[in-house]
Every structure is written in structure tokens, then in C-alpha cells.
């Protein structure tokens, strides 16, 4: 038995080693093939429209990303400001009212929402709004996407107020407070970096998404600020891409990855669990 244990733990750092070196290697590949497109062509990356279709018989076309980069939090800050007091709300019931069937419906909701292909949330919205509306845009790339990192949010909101003991928050009934005060007011300062926490783990989820972007936000080779627009998306971008014969456009899916990981997604992720690690309860 203790032979067994030892083979057994073994598997098990192999396994986890062999998960990492995958993961470095994928950073690295990113870094090494992103990076120097984005010093090459420099502060344009960030301001110049994306090359059109037909970009080789236009002379020299603009170099960039703006489009897909505005495009991008454009659809995640609509899909967070649907997302968050769905969330929010959704997480705070099924911790203060675990019970109640509403409660537990939530949760059997929110959990198998977070196992769901992201892509359903696409086709959805594509029947619920972009037929009816006749064209993709932001608002309904965003209402996706909504729909993907409201689990996200409410999970990490009840995991949290769960944690907050009992005796604080009857203290708080104890001297005469209504139950909402002791919840967004009193144990405030506990549960905010939880809550905070998901939000950005949400934010990362959201941004890295292209499946149901596909169906929702369109494409626009130019910068627009109209949510009812097309809009492109460097997740999106990547997808289109990446596997493209032209040697620009390649350059281009590098690029947007290295800004995607290393600028959105990496930081998120390294706060939120920053945050957790610094304000367990």
C-alpha cells in the first residue's frame, strides 16, 4: 500500500508538471511571436484600424488593433453591467437564503451554467436578439456574454458571504439593524474583496470568449462607440486570423493574443486571486 501511494503521488506531480510546462510553453509562444509585432509597429497597434479584406490592393494600409481593442471593452463593459447585479443578487440568496427553493434553484442554475459550451449563450442570443434586431452588435455580443459570467459572479458572491460568521451578522440584528443593512453595510469591508474578486475572474472569462461573440458582436474593421454597431473583438480577431495566408493578418492574431493574455486576461486573474489570498476570512 504505501508503494502504491508513493506511484500514485507521483502521477500526480507529473501530471501537474506536465500541465505547466504546457501552460509556459503557450506564454512563451505568445510572448515570443506577439511581442515583436508590437514593437514593430509601436504605439499604431493600439490607434490604427484593423487591415480591410482586400488590404493588398489599397497601397499601404493602417496597421492596428483600436477596433478589436474598444470592440473588446466595449462588449465586456456591457456584459458586466448586465452581469454583476443579476450576480450579485443571485449570489446573496443562495448564502443568506439557502433553504428556500428560489435558493436552490439558483444554485443548481449558476453551477450548471459555469459546464455549459459557452457557445449556447451565442445561439441564443442570436435567435433572442440578433434576428429580431437584424444585425450583430455590441449590445448583443455583450448580452452573451452576460449570461456566461453571471455564474461566475454569483458563485464567488455566495462562497464568500457564506464565509462571513454568523455572530457578526446577528450582532448587527442584535442591535436593532434591518437585515439588508447588515448585509451591504455592516460585513461590507468582509465580503467586498470576494465579491470584487469574482467580478474580475468574470471580466477575464468574458474577454477571452470568442464562440459566442461569433454569432452576437459581427465584425467592423473600424473604430465605432455606437453599441448598436458591429463591432470586432480581439478574441474574435484571433479566431479569424490566425489561420490566414496573409503573413499580416498573422502578425496581427499574435499581437492581439499578447494583448489579450498579457495586458486583459493575466492581470485580472492575478489580482482577483490576490485579493482572495489577502482577505480570507
Request: aromatic share 10%; hydrophobic share 55%; net charge positive.
Amino acid at each position: 500500500m504505501p508503494r502504491l501511494y508513493k506511484l500514485w503521488i507521483a502521477l500526480i506531480y507529473l501530471v501537474g508538471l506536465s500541465s505547466l510546462a504546457v501552460l509556459l510553453w503557450v506564454l512563451g509562444s505568445i510572448i515570443v511571436n506577439g511581442l515583436p509585432v508590437i514593437m514593430k509597429y509601436g504605439l499604431d497597434i493600439f490607434t490604427k484600424n484593423i487591415p480591410p479584406p482586400m488590404f493588398l490592393f489599397f497601397g499601404k494600409p493602417e496597421v492596428g488593433l483600436a477596433p478589436a481593442i474598444i470592440g473588446t471593452l466595449m462588449v465586456v463593459g456591457i456584459a458586466i453591467l448586465i452581469s454583476f447585479p443579476i450576480g450579485l443578487t443571485a449570489g446573496i440568496l443562495i448564502a443568506e437564503f439557502r433553504h428556500s427553493k428560489v435558493a436552490k434553484v439558483a444554485e443548481e442554475l449558476a453551477s450548471t451554467l459555469v459546464e455549459v459550451p459557452t457557445i449556447t449563450a451565442g445561439i441564443s442570443i442570436y435567435w433572442l436578439l440578433v434576428i429580431p434586431m437584424h444585425n450583430p452588435s455590441a449590445l448583443a455580443g455583450g448580452v452573451a456574454l452576460s449570461l456566461i459570467m453571471i455564474p461566475y459572479i454569483a458563485i464567488y458572491t455566495a462562497e464568500t458571504y457564506k464565509r462571513v460568521p454568523m455572530a457578526i451578522k446577528e450582532g448587527g440584528l442584535a442591535l436593532g439593524l434591518k437585515y439588508s443593512t447588515v448585509l451591504f453595510k455592516v460585513i461590507r469591508g468582509l465580503v467586498l474583496p470576494g465579491v470584487v474578486s469574482g467580478v474580475l475572474m468574470a471580466l477575464a472569462k468574458g474577454a477571452g470568449e470568442a464562440a459566442p461573440l461569433l454569432f452576437t458582436a459581427g465584425w467592423n474593421d473600424k473604430v465605432t462607440l455606437n453599441p448598436f454597431d458591429q463591432v470586432s473583438t480581439l478574441s474574435v480577431l484571433i479566431y479569424k486570423f490566425g489561420f490566414s495566408s496573409q503573413e499580416l493578418w498573422r502578425e496581427l492574431s499574435w499581437a492581439a493574443s499578447f494583448i489579450l493574455v498579457f495586458v486583459i486576461i493575466l492581470p485580472l486573474i492575478i489580482i482577483s486571486k490576490a485579493m482572495v489570498r489577502k482577505h480570507e476570512i
